[in-house]
C-alpha cells in the first residue's frame, strides 16, 4: 500500500524566495512520484514525476524535485518564487500500475 | 487538441435525485478515474477502469455508480444514497504500460456538484 504525508498545509513565501514544499511517501515498493498544481476551480496539472530514472528531476515553470529513498521523501523546490506559482500543490504516489493515492495538498501564497 | 472533457461544470442537485457527471476523453487512453476533492483533504478515488466494460471500487465507492461501455466515456452517477455529495469531482486519465509503468494522469477542469 501507499501514502502520502504533505508538511504544512498552508506556506507562505516572498516574491523571489525560495520555495519548499515538503512530502513525503510511504511505498511498500519502488515508488513512482509525481508533483500536480491545481489553480482554483481548475483540473490538476503535472509539474514532474519520478520514474526511477535521475533521482533529480525537473519540471514545468521552474520546479525540480529530488527522490531521496533514505529519507522517503521527494520535497519540491523552486529557486525564485513568482506570483503566478500561488496555488495548491499536491504529492502522489503509485506503486506501478495501480491508482494515484495523493496528499491532503498545500496552498502556497506568494506575497509581493 | 486532445484532452478531458467534464461537463457540467456546475451542477446543483435535490434531495433524492440522482445526477450524472460526463467525463469523455480523445487521448485515446485505456484508463479512467474519478476522484472527489474536499476543502483540506485532498483527493479521494471513487472509481477506477483500465479496460472497456471492466471497473474497479476506489476508496469512497458508497453512493456512487459508474459505465464504461466505450473507451472515450466513464460517466459517474452521483445516487441519493450519497449522503454528503456536495464536493468537486474529477476526472482523469492515463496510459496504462506493460508491468509497473506509470505516466501518470491527465486531468479534466472539474465539476462542481452541490446540494440545494
Known amino acids: 500500500a501507499q501514502s502520502v504525508t504533505q508538511l504544512g498545509s498552508h506556506v507562505s513565501v516572498s516574491e523571489g524566495a525560495l520555495v519548499l514544499l515538503r512530502c513525503n511517501y510511504s511505498s511498500s515498493v519502488p515508488p513512482y512520484l509525481f508533483w500536480y498544481v491545481q489553480y482554483p476551480n481548475q483540473g490538476l496539472q503535472l509539474l514532474l514525476k519520478?520514474?526511477?530514472?535521475?533521482?533529480l528531476v525537473k519540471g514545468i515553470n521552474g520546479f525540480e524535485a529530488e527522490f531521496k529513498k533514505s529519507e522517503t521523501s521527494f520535497h519540491l523546490t523552486k529557486p525564485s518564487a513568482h506570483m503566478s506559482d500561488a496555488a495548491e500543490y499536491f504529492c502522489a504516489v503509485s506503486g506501478g500500475n495501480t491508482p494515484l493515492v495523493f496528499g491532503k495538498g498545500t496552498r502556497l501564497s506568494v506575497i509581493a | 487538441d486532445g484532452g478531458i472533457t467534464q461537463s457540467p461544470k456546475y451542477l446543483f442537485r435535490k434531495e433524492g435525485q440522482n445526477v450524472t457527471l460526463s467525463c469523455e476523453q480523445n487521448?485515446?487512453?485505456?484508463?479512467m478515474y474519478w476522484y472527489r476533492q474536499d476543502p483540506g483533504q485532498g483527493l479521494r478515488l471513487i472509481y477506477y477502469s483500465q479496460i472497456v466494460n471492466d471497473f474497479q471500487k476506489g476508496d469512497i465507492a458508497e453512493g456512487y455508480s459508474v459505465s464504461r461501455e466505450k473507451k472515450e466515456s466513464f460517466p459517474l452517477t452521483v445516487t441519493s444514497a450519497q449522503k454528503n455529495p456536495t464536493a468537486f469531482y474529477l476526472c482523469?486519465?492515463?496510459?496504462?504500460?506493460?508491468?509497473?509503468?506509470?505516466?501518470?494522469?491527465?486531468f479534466g477542469s472539474g465539476t462542481r456538484l452541490t446540494v440545494v
Open positions: 519520478y520514474t526511477s530514472a535521475a533521482t
Open positions: 487521448l485515446n487512453h485505456d484508463a
Open positions: 482523469a486519465s492515463s496510459r496504462t504500460g506493460t508491468g509497473r509503468t506509470n505516466y501518470g494522469y491527465t
